[in-house]
């Protein structure tokens, strides 16, 4: 047996978890197998492989598998397939494998893990040389036109170029959903892969659906002064982005801006104020804006929903999105590479993530892995103390507030992670409950540094959200109980979520995403075998969820519920 010095892990992983090195083998050879083609005659034809279909293996493994091991490990087995056959993919491209995370936490981890690795992040994360000590108000994002930093020459000066141009070169590049999205989609220099690997892989409908959708506010309208002549019909929509003057408002922008560089020497003239620093952020969205305005054009179709939403502020924007992202995936995604990996502890099933995703069922291999903790050091309590709808929510939340400060006298020396599903039951329950000295909770702008104070505070806190369901890892004492408040149905009011669930198979798919969130919600503080947290589900249409897809809860997770 290959152990895993021999594929050059890192020495602490002495030996493999139960049913690792089955995964990484029959990853590797199915996934090499399609690489180096059907038959020995058609692998020394280089263009076969424009021909052939991409080869995708669905690996379902929940917490404490080592899904990141079981993904590093396959990728090298692949290359080492390839290079023993003195085969390449295509001479014109490197051989490298994509890692795409939902976290960058994530990322970091396996950096750590996998010192070939390289990683680059969203352009917001990195400073601009030229103005470094402006961030982060200004970053790499708003890169000026013209900059000297984007000649090759000067490229490992600017902090972003430099990451991202040795994540290009390295066999192992560790990239979040989203930024592979809008570069491979974009530059198009992620654009062109071996082999993409998929982590979470549940989630990527969501992302492609974020990636594909238009967003329109009035605000934008005023700006322009350019409106649709019914804004009640698609096609009005459809001629008003067509004819939509973005390159005009740039124009006149960038008439208000200065002249930065010398055009000769290309040498930075001096800082811009602060007003200069915000037009040129609005050049750059508008930028941004255009291409997706194009895209939208060639792409929009009758099979698409738009609704009008009013925020907080009462500011009121028009978003457009497609009903199936299968109609999209292959264009944005799956063309850029050869095959892929696709892993999560939530796919379920598999056939009805490979329709929404828009891969043909016979191209899939599916392969699962059960948890590896004991039952018994992760129990999950079904306590349904109210029936939690949108009719009766309002006055069934006392009853959720009595349940949660039970056991919250319960666990009083413990951590405790509440998911509220929503902000209306987080407020009511900061509102209602006592003592709130233990009590922490986030917005959207300050998630990761209230998870970190959460994490390090030696006191019993009880963390209240409405969005730790995924990218969150609690171990040990950092959370000993979970309390999952509603059972976190999609959003009927989205009007992409209603028609996606009038469709054929569409409850199924409705009912799904709720499996696969309480699976995902009662999973963030078990993540070692010697690991232990309780859980507890207070919604009573638990039960009647239960008990019209029970198929879908996988054994694992069943053996620990207790009724």
Known sequence: ???????????????????????????AEVLLKYLLGPTPESRLKASVFATLRHSFY?????????????????TRRILQGLNASKITIDQSEPVRCIYLCKTKQ?????????????????????????????????????????????????????????AKNQALAAPIAVLNQSYFLAEANGPG???????????????????????????VTQKLLDQLKHYPENYDELTSWREWVVSAPIDRLVERSEKQMPLLFDPR????????????????????????????????????????????????????????????????AFGYCWKHTKCVLGMSGTILDHKLMSDSLGIPLEEVKYHR?????????????????????????????????????????????????????????????????????????????????????FKKSTIPLVMLSPSFDRG??????????????????PNLADLQIKKRMEAPNGNLWYLTQAVRTIIQMTGRG???????????ILDTQFRRLFGRVRHLFPDWWQKALRW
């Open 526 to 536: 078990m993540r070692h075998e010697n690991d232990y947290v309780t859980s507890y």
């Open 265 to 328: 020497s290309g040498t930075f003239l001096g800082d811009m104020t602060d007003s200069q620093i915000e037009i040129y952020k609005g050049i750059v969205r508008l930028r941004a804006l255009q291409r997706k305005l194009n895209r939208f054009a060639m792409e929009v179709s009758d099979n698409w929903v738009f609704y009008e939403e009013k925020n907080d502020k009462g500011e009121i924007s028009w978003i457009f999105k497609p009903v199936f992202i299968s109609d999209y």
């Open 1 to 27: 047996m290959v152990t895993p010095q021999d594929l050059g892990l890192p020495t602490e992983i002495k030996s493999w978890r139960p049913g690792q090195y089955e995964a990484i083998e029959d990853i």
């Open 369 to 453: 892995i059960p948890s590896l903790f004991p039952p018994e050091k992760r129990l999950v309590y079904y306590q349904g103390v109210a029936n939690l709808t949108r009719d009766t929510l309002n006055s069934e939340l006392p009853k959720i507030a009595e349940a949660v400060d039970g056991l919250l006298l319960k666990h009083a020396w413990d951590k405790v992670l509440v998911h509220t599903t929503s902000y209306q039951i987080r407020d009511y329950l900061i509102a209602n409950l006592t003592p709130s000295w233990r009590f922490i909770t986030h917005g959207r702008e300050n998630r990761a540094e209230k998870l970190e104070e």
């Open 58 to 74: 669905l690996l379902d493994a929940p917490t404490g598998v080592g899904k990141s091991i079981i993904g590093i490990a396959a």
């Open 189 to 215: 220099q992620f654009g062109s892969n071996s082999m993409l690997i998929v982590d979470e892989v549940d989630t990527l409908e969501n992302e492609l659906l974020s990636h594909i959708q238009l967003t």
């Open 472 to 489: 969150v890892s609690l171990e040990y004492d950092q959370c000993r109980a979970i309390i999952v408040c509603k059972i976190p149905y």
């Open 106 to 162: 994530l990322q970091d981890q396996i950096l750590s893990e996998f010192p070939e690795a390289r990683t680059v992040k969203g352009r917001t994360n990195y400073p601009c040389s030229l103005a470094h000590n402006k961030f982060p108000k200004v970053t790499a994002e708003d890169c000026i036109e013209g900059c000297p930093l984007r000649k090759p020459e000067n490229q490992v000066n600017c902090p972003y170029l430099h």
